[in-house]
């Protein structure tokens, strides 16, 4: 038995989970990496030849294995398409269809991905769970579990784990948080995996791999294309300026692939599913000073204090912004100080004390007041 105890370390044969295992490993825990499968890219039917990207290619199953055969620890590859594809990807297209733009690495964080692993961890006997994103995990005062902005700011990964509940926080090991991806890089290089170091990062959707979410849609979809072909770009008035290939195929703040010429820039502002409808305005048409955030899930603390400040951010990019929180309706209404640009529903809106995560949820619509 190790002095550290026993920890599952999912394993994708990337730079970040290698390290993370063999770290974990170097500093005494019983190590046991895991491989999980979330999705066949041939069933996307994406770009012919491309090969398969990301988490789950043969070389990266392969990778990840070879890691532990050489460091002397159990390496199991888990089939979880099935899990995966019944809610991440169903999710995912459902909320296109309903005009939001969804998060599936955040969904599938939430409710796959660490379940999956803490199910697993518990058949094995394993006390942990750990992974290679940058945030790091404490314990207040008052005994809750909370996630903190990794040191990296530029790899900072807090955002998508807002949804992790406490269960599975006191349970997670994040030992990458207190690094730069420099750093990393290094230890890869003196741990003599040289080919990691240099290895190219993926950031697509692990089942769009070419990154065309519209083709996608398309091909899950039977006749999308023709059931929303002809909508309506119209201005804020209600003025009609041409038409659009369906509103499933646009995101808020898109700017770029609209294939209407106007005489200047435009944006798309608002999408109406129900009549078909693209909204298009200028750039401060994007601003909103209100948003229902809903399906909250609170980290630091246990609920919202009505007039709570908290930095907020509403994309994974987001430097974020100063808001008042207040319950309202089951969910939290988020008041900025200054109106903030492109709140697109269906997004994560996280709210951060500091460097703290307090919580987070799903943005359910913008409001301007």
């Known amino acids: ?34 491989t999980m499968k979330t999705w066949d890219y041939a069933t996307s039917g994406g770009s012919t030849g491309k090969k398969e990207t990301g988490c789950c290619n043969l070389d990266s199953f392969n990778d990840a294995r070879m890691a532990a055969v050489e460091h002397g620890f159990s390496h199991f590859i888990l089939d979880i398409r099935d899990e995966f594809g ?29 379940r999956a692993l803490l ?49 599975l926080l006191s349970r997670t090991l994040l030992p990458l948080g207190g690094y730069h991806k420099s750093e990393i890089r290094q230890m890869a290089m003196d741990m003599g995996y040289p080919e990691l170091a240099k290895k190219a990062e993926s950031y697509e959707i692990c089942f769009v791999p070419d990154n065309d ?25 209600g003025k009609v300026l041409g038409q659009h290939k369906g509103y499933p195929f646009y995101t808020i703040g898109q700017r770029k692939g609209l294939d209407i010429t106007l005489g200047r820039p435009v944006y798309v502002t608002d999408i109406f599913p129900e009549t078909n409808t693209v909204v298009l305005g200028d750039e401060p048409d994007l601003d909103r000073n209100d948003m229902f955030v809903g399906k909250v899930n609170m980290i630091k603390y246990d609920t919202i204090t009505d007039g709570m400040e908290a930095i907020t951010k509403i994309r994974y ?13 089951g969910g939290v209404n988020v008041r900025f100080n200054a109106p ?27 409001i301007i007041s």
């Not at 979410?213 to 119209?234: I, P």
């Open 340 to 366: 903030v640009k492109g709140i697109a529903p269906g997004q994560s809106a996280v709210f951060y004390e500091g460097d703290h995560v307090i919580g987070g949820g799903i943005i359910q619509r913008a």
């Open 213 to 237: 979410y519209r083709g996608f849609l398309k091909r899950k979809v039977d006749g999308l294309e023709e059931r929303v072909a002809g909508g309506n770009f119209v201005d804020k008035t």
């Open 1 to 34: 038995m190790s002095r550290k105890g026993k920890v599952l370390v999912a394993m994708s044969g990337g730079i970040d989970s290698t390290v993370t295992a063999l770290m974990l490993h170097q500093q005494g825990y019983e190590v046991v990496g895991i």
């Open 317 to 329: 990019k987001d430097r974020g912004a100063v808001a008042e929180l207040s319950n309202k309706d």
């Open 86 to 114: 019944d809610f991440v990807v169903e999710n995912f297209v459902e909320e296109y269809l309903a005009g939001r733009t969804p998060n599936p690495c955040v969904m599938c964080n939430t409710h796959i991905k660490w």
């Open 119 to 167: 199910k697993r961890a518990d058949a094995l006997d394993c006390e942990f769970i750990a992974t290679g994103h940058y945030a790091s995990i404490h314990q207040h005062d008052n005994g809750r579990y909370f996630i903190s902005k990794g040191k990296d700011d530029t790899k900072d990964q807090s955002y998508v784990l807002w949804g992790l509940q406490q269960d």
